[in-house]
DNA sequence: GCGGAGATTTCC
DNA sequence: GAAATCTCCGCG
């Protein structure tokens, strides 16, 4: 939640063949396995899961309804199954490739929800476990902009009415009146 | 080896 | 508002 907080204003970077693409983070969602019902680590520590049992700094991908991927900052600590799942980007470098992943050329829809995301970056599997914070890894995370606290809104999460009580929960956190945040 | 679940997107 | 569509996990 606190560092959920603090992702906000971040730059998140993949650098491949093609080219590096990127963009500011403006949303992000806070998932904690010890109490979380909706995150995938609560009480469910096995193969996909795995990495978020890890220190803080790696990435958790993974692909969801067979057809889009969903990229997680794992924050730790060790042993917890906490992340933070980046929803939305503001586009900032490799704006060209973007729009040729997304087919589309409308900048506002490029990284506006957690599949588009994946899809604008070219985030696949092949990137789960990669390391954010190390200077020679293909997927970094920067800080890069601070969000002033008065900016930052928080809201119940998105799509995890399942999770009973934790549905509720205001661990949805976003950039207020930025264009690139989903709908 | 099989069946179901799933933190979404897109188009009618 | 519904359909599309696939991988991983748990159980037999």
């Given at each position: ?23 500011m983070?403006v ?19 096995s ?22 991927h ?14 933070v799942l980046?929803?939305a ?27 588009k ?11 789960y ?30 799509n ?24």
């Amino acid at each position: 939640m606190e560092l959920a907080r603090k992702l906000l204003g971040c730059l998140l970077i993949h650098r491949t063949l093609d080219g590096a693409a990127g963009g500011m983070i403006v949303e992000a969602e806070a998932y904690v396995g010890a109490i979380d019902k909706a995150c995938h680590a609560y009480r469910n520590r096995s193969g996909r899961t795995e990495i978020m049992y890890h220190d803080g700094g790696y990435a958790y991908v993974y692909l969801i309804y067979g057809m889009h991927h969903c990229f997680n900052a794992v924050t730790g600590p060790e042993g917890e199954g906490n992340a933070v799942l980046i929803r939305a980007l503001e586009p900032v470098i490799g704006l060209d490739l973007m729009q040729q992943r997304r087919h589309t050329k409308t900048v506002q829809h490029l990284c506006s929800g957690p599949g588009k995301v994946c899809q604008a970056l070219g985030i696949t599997k092949n990137e789960y476990g990669l390391d954010l914070c190390a200077a020679d890894s293909p997927l970094r995370l920067i800080r890069y902009r601070h969000i002033p606290e008065a900016l930052i809104v928080a809201t119940p999460r998105i799509n995890v009415a399942y999770a009973e009580e934790a549905a509720a929960w205001p661990w949805r956190f976003y950039v207020k009146d930025n264009l690139y945040v989903s709908k």
